[in-house]
């Protein structure tokens, strides 16, 4: 479907909307009205009845479940609080709907059309779908809308906060139509950001406090339904056979299973075993070790457990060691320099994950995005503005073909220790009996935390590289929440991290290098990055007027960020592990941005043999 203008009585009714001296000729002539919202891209799918990724004639039924590791205390996962339900988001609608196969892309949901200028969107107004209804049937409203909104931007977490800290205000136009204004036009990414988030219903909310944590259901517009909940163990969700939007072009061939089901474990080796014993049925494998060797039991043998993998196309999920600067002697970049030669990539690789993964060299490896080789013209015409602000160490690596020291995989690493030890003296670190102590005259320790079992194992080979240099480090392992805890007020020396990345990125790189995210509890910017170059990078990528300059910004920024050795980026892999019981079908063609998990169905027959076999 091509743009559709705005028509006469459409511009007449904005006028009264908006206060007359923003208007002018110009900023009219840009407006279109759309069923989509399309940033940095055109979308592929406008003419089409179902997304290609889907089978419009996909059985319903049967059910999939799958697990989780810890435990969890709060159904409102938009308050920040507790430890948020996995599924939750099934519950609740989205104004738009992302295209699992087009970056930026977003199509009709609780929103039939939207209003905007994609090239300066000073506002956005989303013109509600009529039809569209909360689960108890009553009409999702644009006071509905500013409702969650509201709730956002003054009650949610700072991180959240955060993210929508250009919105500068909500406005109901009708029961029908509600407009967001911006702070800036300059954000291209904005209204893509308050098409995704879910839509609560005000009136649900009349005599409840959105700050509090609660297991008490909430009323959504979502394709499912609540159906039991064993407090901290397990969750299951009923398909809506009533869910409005069932008919909507995202949604055919969609949400085919009746009931989804999330169970809890205390790490992902324990769920594994239940895996295979056939307490859920599709399985995310992370362990190399597991993947290579631990797929001959019964089940397997017998066809009725299969292995997939997928590929997707956008960045590797980063894996890191984040060092936060707030705390010395991590606020040095000459340690946190020397810390990373001591980082022994090819031994791990060989000796415990069987060379199945590969070296991150970029915060968005495999991909367009990321910086490689030397600075193009281009990119060094952006640096230049940033090099007088950068440290002399940040300054070099910015401008140079960057790349982590490598071993001979011998499991010694003794010339890159050498480096590190030669960095530390020249930096005006001390050894005195072979303890390592810094230019404060403190022996230099410091802590790891961890939550998962068996990150150990990973860890400790840099440990011991590390006692080598006179650092002595304690591994200290915590549970799920108290993990997330410490995380949210930033206590901790040393941690590990997977942080996703898209191929659109924006304003989340705010929450994760800024230097007011930093000094925000419970935002992203774990590492602590206060560098006033950075923040202007990720104000250009946020600002990125197409998509040649989004790229162009981003690897500026992925230079910044590697050059300061604010993380020690580790290790990740091209494809994603699954395993599952052998009852389920996907369409023929797979989505490139997503595992399309959504689009799946039952197999009724091959359900039955799996049940046999396990004797249910």
Same mark, same amino acid.
């Given at each position: ?27 009219? #002539? ?52 507790? #430890? ?83 919105? +500068? ?168 320099? +020397? ?59 910015? %401008? ?96 590990? %991290? ?119």
């Amino acid at each position: 479907m091509s743009d559709v203008r705005l028509t006469s009585q459409k511009v007449a009714m904005l006028l009264l909307c908006l206060s007359s001296s923003m208007v002018t000729q110009q900023v009219w #002539s840009a407006l279109q009205t759309t069923p989509y919202i399309a940033v940095h891209s055109q979308p592929q799918y406008t003419k089409l009845r179902a997304m290609p990724y889907a089978n419009p004639q996909a059985p319903k039924g049967g059910y999939i479940s799958t697990a989780a590791t810890g435990t969890f205390d709060n159904l409102n996962s938009m308050n920040g609080k507790g #430890s948020a339900t996995e599924g939750v988001n099934y519950l609740f609608d989205t104004l738009m709907d992302n295209s699992l196969d087009e970056s930026g892309v977003m199509y009709p949901l609780l929103a039939d059309q939207v209003t905007f200028d994609p090239v300066n969107p000073q506002f956005i107004i989303f013109h509600l779908n009529p039809r569209a209804r909360f689960s108890n049937g009553t009409p999702v409203t644009a006071e509905d809308v500013k409702f969650s909104f509201d709730a956002y931007q003054t009650k949610a977490n700072l991180g959240l906060q955060m993210y929508l800290s250009n919105l +500068a205000k909500t406005e109901v136009l009708s029961k029908s139509q509600v407009k967001f204004i911006f702070k800036s036009s300059k954000n291209k990414e904005m209204p893509l950001i308050v098409a995704s988030l879910p839509i609560y219903s005000k009136l649900d909310w009349k005599n409840k406090d959105f700050t509090r944590i609660t297991l008490h259901p909430i009323l959504g517009s979502g394709p499912y339904l609540i159906e039991r909940i064993d407090a901290g163990r397990s969750i299951t969700y009923k398909r809506n056979p009533n869910y409005w939007a069932k008919d909507l072009m995202v949604n055919r061939g969609r949400y085919n299973f009746d009931r989804l089901k999330y169970v809890y474990y205390r790490n992902n080796d324990i769920a594994f075993e239940g895996f295979k014993s056939g307490q859920y049925t599709l399985h995310e494998e992370k362990k190399t070790k597991t993947w290579v060797t631990g797929y001959q039991f019964p089940a397997v043998t017998a066809g009725l457990v299969k292995r997939y993998s997928h590929r997707f196309a956008r960045p590797v999920v980063n894996q890191s060691l984040v060092l936060n600067t707030r705390k010395d002697p991590f606020n040095d970049i000459y340690f946190r320099q +020397a810390l990373s030669y001591a980082y022994d990539f090819e031994w791990l690789n060989k000796a415990l994950f069987y060379g199945q993964y590969q070296r991150l060299q970029s915060h968005f490896q495999n991909s367009e995005l990321a910086a490689t080789g030397q600075p193009s013209a281009a990119e060094l015409k952006l640096l230049q503005p940033y090099l007088p602000k950068l440290h002399p160490v940040q300054r070099q690596g910015a %401008l140079s073909n960057w790349r982590y020291p490598k071993s001979d995989a011998g499991g010694f690493n003794r010339p890159n220790l050498l480096q590190a030890r030669t960095i530390l003296l020249k930096a005006g670190y001390q050894y005195r009996q072979g303890q390592l102590y810094g230019k404060n005259g403190r022996a230099i320790q410091f802590e790891v935390l961890l939550y998962q079992e068996g990150a150990q194992r990973t860890i400790m080979p840099w440990v011991r590289n590390l006692k080598k240099l006179g650092i002595n480090v304690k591994l200290r392992q915590v549970d799920v929440s108290q993990y997330m805890e410490r995380m949210r007020r930033y206590e901790f020396d040393v941690t590990t %991290l997977e942080m996703p990345q898209s191929l659109s990125p924006g304003s989340e790189q705010a929450q994760m290098w800024s230097s007011s995210a930093a000094r925000e509890f419970g935002n992203y910017n774990y590492a602590g990055i206060q560098n006033a170059a950075i923040d202007a990078a990720v104000q250009q990528v946020i600002q990125a007027p197409n998509r040649q300059q989004l790229i162009l910004r981003t690897r500026v920024l992925d230079r910044l960020l590697r050059a300061g050795y604010y993380q020690i980026l580790t290790y990740g892999k091209n494809d994603n592990w699954y395993a599952y019981w052998n009852m389920y079908h996907q369409p023929k063609v797979k989505p490139k941005l997503s595992l399309g998990l959504d689009y799946w169905w039952s197999d009724p027959a091959q359900a039955k043999k799996v049940s046999q076999f396990l004797g249910k």
